[in-house]
């Protein structure tokens, strides 16, 4: 696999550019790619940073409908997770996934360049969107906040003067049904507005056989709401978005039981099949309002400002023992609100001297709550984990260990970016970043432990085997209030070479920092006696391209090789805590190297016959990490992992597409045939990298296989008016694991990927 697609990567010198041009203009020319990812619009080409765009034109013909779907297309970008409350987002193998509200994203995500802050907003339905761009390796002088990964801006269609009314609906197996409707219409000669809406569901496909509910469902709404005021000098637009979301979430497929022996027939669970005692549950509520200000001042200066409140709740309940027993279930409640300024200065367009300088300002508030339940056949759990409690595990009724508390960030940063012709083929680009920021907790851990017979103390290290003072009915354990500040200073410089008037090579040094924080999910009583903070950490990256068109606008290319460096990267590890005890917490734990290559291509061959190539390669992995741990592994606890590779860090990712236009001029439509392939190799889900198998050796974990997935949509389109498309996602059923665990009672779990699903689109345009 690994040959064909480094084939791939020579042949078509290719990864993936996706598609920015209207295929339904059979004129085999490709258009102009216009990004604003350095806060100014400028070509794609001329960009020094290796990025991947996909325009609302191409997320129709791919049938894109999240974030998730979106990342499949883009090499060394992974977005996966088993519920849209702790969405995984990682780029060139470096990500989060923890569902503490203290623990800070390593890309930043953003919605017309409004932050979007924690995991739960990331997985957005993608609605009336005029484009997506994904910036990849650090950006830290534009964008700052927790982009040391990468950046990804979601930039939504703007009312104009133009009345368009635009309906779409589609019909799939899974009874899934997705209806969508988009209207512009303008006020006035200086005034528009523009409406979005859409509803999404999907009946589950993992059959719980325990209740007979059916897992992994969807059902949201989504709304975006905008006003445009327009003049010569001016140009504001106040927007409103807001999505509702409930489902019955999945968290992975058990494997075997608490000791790890696999289940045996009829009890082997099938592809798709769980027996929890208890449903899983999550929902969502997000909002937002922003208000973006463009103000010419006169000399081609110009004066931007961005004002945004965010609001964001979720919930999440889970049968943590992932069994048919009444044992553990756990509710997740955060809510986070968030306000920020943006202030930009920026000098004239097509001078030899070209900047923009910024001033930033956040706040967010962010709370958390985390209540383990114990049910009624708790002494099960008693005999495997406290045999002395067992004879009591059985009187034990809604019995809760719970935390909570609240992180407050306050944030400022001032920022200059801004490029200098040192000839006329010779570009420099500098920038810089300076960020205060303060963060303040205030944490505690409680519980009530009842039994039918009255109160009885009991221990969290009885329980759980992490030690804390003892519970009883209402009694608070250990609080925890605490503030830090960091500040950081962040750099940028790149070289720009036009090789020709088509084409251009660059070297970039980029940097950015991530702020420290706090332990605030389960936490055992010596992490609050050791303190619950951590430092931050930094990135220094090394990068160089080429990017550029050929065959008269046939072709577009962008190669880059990179290198990222890491120091005190934020790790969620095992630590040892004495006493034969252990715990899983963030630390900063180790020096991190991430290095590899993207390429990308998209080719007319013909102009009915559009070819698209992506691969990348990365290499993400611990330069120095003694003392290391997994909860995988805890009897390896001190181990040195150095040389190991990051979890869910795949070597190699790719992607292809061929689209034809066939005109049919007796309908006055094209027929459009489409195939989009995608590859994922393999890769270890823990970094102690060991792939470890259950006592019997059939059901591997720590380590989840390579996969590859083809989608392909069929249909008429008439010029952007109306179309009607078949469609199929995992068109050949492949089966797989995107990621797997072992939960703290032992039992391991995996998270199946989605099976082939299908379905009819109609879409239809007035204008």
Do not use: C
Not at 210 to 216: R, S, V
Not at 230 to 252: C, H, K, P, Q
Not at 304 to 310: D, E, N, P
Not at 590 to 604: C, D, I, K, L, M
């Amino acid at each position: 696999m690994h040959r064909r697609i480094l084939t791939l990567a020579v042949g078509l010198a290719s990864a993936t550019l996706l598609p920015t041009q209207s295929f339904a203009q059979s004129t085999g020319l490709l258009e102009e790619v216009v990004v604003t990812a350095q806060k100014r619009s400028e070509s794609l080409e001329d960009v020094p940073i290796s990025m991947a765009v996909m325009s609302s034109d191409a997320m129709n013909k791919t049938g894109v409908r999240q974030m998730r779907e979106l990342a499949e297309f883009v090499p060394n970008v992974t977005l996966s997770s088993g519920n849209d409350n702790n969405t995984a987002v990682r780029i060139r193998g470096v990500g989060a996934n923890t569902r503490n509200i203290g623990f800070d994203t390593r890309v930043g995500m953003y919605l017309d360049g409004v932050y979007l802050g924690q995991s739960p907003a990331q997985n957005m339905d993608i609605l009336d969107l005029e484009r997506v761009e994904i910036a990849r390796g650090p950006q830290g002088t534009l964008f700052g906040k927790n982009t040391v990964a990468g950046a990804i801006n979601l930039i939504t269609a703007r009312p104009d003067q133009e009345f368009m009314t635009e309906l779409r609906g589609e019909y799939g197996n899974y009874n899934s049904h997705r209806v969508s409707a988009i209207v512009n219409t303008p006020l006035t000669d200086s005034l528009a507005a523009r409406f979005s809406v859409s509803d999404n569901h999907r009946d589950g496909y993992i059959d719980n056989i325990t209740t007979g509910t059916e897992f992994n469902e969807r059902d949201g709404t989504s709304f975006r709401g905008q006003l445009r005021y327009e003049t010569d000098r001016l140009d504001f637009n106040l927007a409103a978005d807001y999505l509702e979301s409930e489902r019955v979430s999945f968290m992975g497929e058990a494997q075997t039981d608490w000791s790890g022996t696999v289940y045996p027939d009829p009890l082997a669970p099938k592809r798709f099949e769980i027996s929890n005692n208890v449903d899983n549950y999550e929902e969502r509520e997000i909002w937002g309002i922003s208000g973006t200000l463009d103000l010419e001042l006169g000399n081609d200066y110009s004066l931007r400002s961005i004002t945004a409140y965010r609001d964001t709740e979720s919930d999440r309940i889970q049968d943590t023992d992932h069994s048919a027993i009444d044992i553990i279930r756990v509710d997740f409640p955060d809510q986070y609100e968030q306000w920020s300024q943006e202030f930009q200065l920026i000098s004239p367009a097509g001078e030899r001297l070209q900047y923009v300088a910024g001033l930033y300002l956040y706040d967010e508030q962010a709370k958390t709550q985390r209540s383990s339940t114990l049910g009624s056949e708790t002494g099960t759990l008693f005999a495997v984990l406290a045999p002395p409690l067992a004879p009591f595990g059985d009187q034990f009724t809604e019995s809760q260990v719970g935390t909570g508390g609240q992180v407050d960030t306050e944030s400022w940063a001032v920022f200059l970016n801004g490029t200098y012709d040192l000839t006329d083929r010779l570009t420099l680009g500098f920038g810089a970043r300076y960020t205060d920021e303060k963060k303040t907790v205030d944490y505690t851990i409680a519980g009530d432990v009842v039994m039918v017979g009255g109160v009885v103390p009991v221990t969290v290290a009885q329980l759980f085997g992490v030690a804390a003072g003892p519970i009883v009915d209402g009694q608070t354990v250990a609080v925890y209030e605490d503030d830090k500040s960091y500040n950081d200073f962040s750099p940028t410089v790149s070289l720009t070479y036009a090789i020709s008037d088509n084409s251009n090579i660059y070297l970039r040094y980029s940097s950015a920092f991530k702020a420290g924080g706090f332990n605030v999910d389960f936490v055992p009583q010596q992490v609050f006696d050791n303190g619950l903070d951590f430092d931050p950490e930094t990135v220094d990256a090394y990068e160089i391209g080429y990017k550029g068109t050929a065959l008269d606008d046939k072709l577009r290319f962008a190669l880059s090789a990179f290198q990222m460096d890491f120091e005190d990267y934020q790790l969620n590890q095992f630590v040892d805590l004495g006493n034969n005890i252990s715990a899983i917490t963030i630390r900063n734990a180790a020096e991190v190297q991430s290095r590899g290559f993207e390429a990308e291509a998209t080719w007319y061959a013909t102009p009915e016959l559009l070819l698209q190539g992506a691969v990348g390669y990365n290499k993400a992995e611990f330069e120095d990490f003694p003392g290391g741990g997994s909860a995988r592994n805890p009897a390896g606890l001190g181990a040195d992992l150095s040389g190991n590779t990051l979890p869910m860090a795949p070597e190699w990712s790719a992607a292809f597409t061929a689209q034809y236009n066939y005109p049919i001029a007796s309908l006055g439509a094209d027929l459009v045939t489409r195939v989009d392939w995608s590859y994922t190799d393999a890769a270890f889900t823990t970094e102690d990298n060991i792939k470890v198998s259950t006592p019997g050796g059939s059901i591997p974990y720590g380590y989840v296989d390579s996969y590859d997935i083809l989608n392909a949509r069929v249909g008429l389109e008439d010029m952007g008016k109306w179309s009607v498309y078949l469609w199929a996602r995992n068109l050949l059923d492949e089966e797989y694991f995107d990621n797997d665990s072992a939960d703290f009672l032992g039992t391991i779990v995996q998270m199946p990927g989605d099976p082939r699903t299908y379905g009819i689109e109609v879409a239809y345009t007035f204008d």
